[in-house]
């Protein structure tokens, strides 16, 4: 059965932490406050998890996903709610939300001011068991159950915004219905479909920018994110039930080995990612994204940049 376990206004924003009775698990979803009357959580699809991780070892992803996606493996099927609260710092308020498994604490962290037009969003993974672990991949952020908003949304309804990019030259928008990209859920709600774009190596690979948007033209909403981290990345679009999720994480690509071993005791940090919700425009969305990015892009605190992959996943 699936439920609303909190709610949280930021800005004109709403937080939906959606909880599944039936197998323990947590999800976040975003929705404008205008739309509030509007949300349902009828329809036919699945809340996942707040956190996704693939450790070495664990099998891949059902769905004849071919190693295109390693989201929903054995390890975030694993991962229970714990615990939530809220923690307070120079005028910003984080929600930090605990999974945990026999090998794995996991905390999902969303920090925000009240009067924000986004928040930021990052993933701990911490090492409980006695033997060391290798994370193969850790997502940052997951929305969930998207757009709340009516029951079957068709794939013609929404839209996926992805800026191109080449050296010496203009970004170039690039606008595709879903359906037109291939990555319109299957009928039997099994299959997956995935595409990936983006950075997977040096600066000089790059195709897209960073992040990208999603609309669902029917009701006039978007959902857009952008990373605060300067180094590699990709963007996977993903799809599987009747509602969007989107997940952004470092690693699960077959275009990378980016792997992370932790000892026991040992924890991960992921970089911080901007997320937004708008009842309007494309533009919208992207005008507080790029605002975000000008007032709290930071370095890099990851030694080697070449290696790691962020892969914004949209399904």
Avoid at 95 to 106: Q, R, Y
Avoid at 153 to 166: E, H, Q, T
Wanted: net charge neutral.
């Amino acid at each position: 059965m699936k439920q609303i376990l909190t709610k949280q206004k930021v800005g004109d924003m709403l937080l939906l932490y959606l909880y599944d009775t039936n197998n323990d698990r947590i999800g976040l979803s975003m929705v404008p406050e205008s739309l509030e009357d509007k949300i349902t959580l009828d329809g036919d699809w699945n809340i996942e998890s707040l956190i996704h991780l693939k450790l070495v070892g664990d099998p891949y992803t059902v769905g004849f996903s071919s190693r295109g996606s390693m989201r929903y493996s054995g390890a975030s099927k694993e991962l229970t709610f714990c615990e939530q609260y809220v923690e307070y710092s120079m005028g910003a308020k984080t929600i930090v939300t605990v999974l945990e498994s026999k090998k794995l604490l996991a905390s999902h962290k969303v920090r925000y001011q009240d009067d924000a037009k986004t928040v930021t969003v990052s993933t701990e993974i911490k090492n409980r068991f006695i033997n060391p672990i290798t994370l193969e991949m850790v997502s940052s952020f997951s929305i969930c159950g998207w757009p709340m908003i009516g029951t079957g949304i068709r794939s013609d309804d929404m839209k996926l915004y992805r800026m191109r990019r080449r050296q010496s030259a203009k970004g170039k928008l690039r606008k595709e219905i879903i359906i037109d990209a291939q990555v319109e859920p299957s009928r039997s709600q099994y299959g997956v479909q995935s595409i990936c774009f983006g950075q997977v190596g040096a600066s000089q690979d790059k195709e897209y920018f960073k992040g990208g948007v999603v609309e669902v033209q029917k009701y006039g909403v978007c959902l857009g994110a952008t990373v605060n981290y300067d180094g590699a990345y990709q963007t996977d679009v993903y799809s599987y039930d009747d509602r969007r999720a989107v997940v952004g994480v470092l690693g699960g690509s077959n275009k990378t080995n980016w792997t992370k071993t932790l000892r026991n005791g040992e924890s991960f940090g992921t970089p911080e990612t901007s997320i937004s919700v708008v009842a309007g425009e494309v533009e919208m969305i992207c005008a507080r994204l790029a605002k975000e990015i000008q007032t709290s892009k930071k370095e890099s605190v990851f030694a080697d940049e070449t290696k790691l992959i962020l892969i914004n996943e949209i399904g």
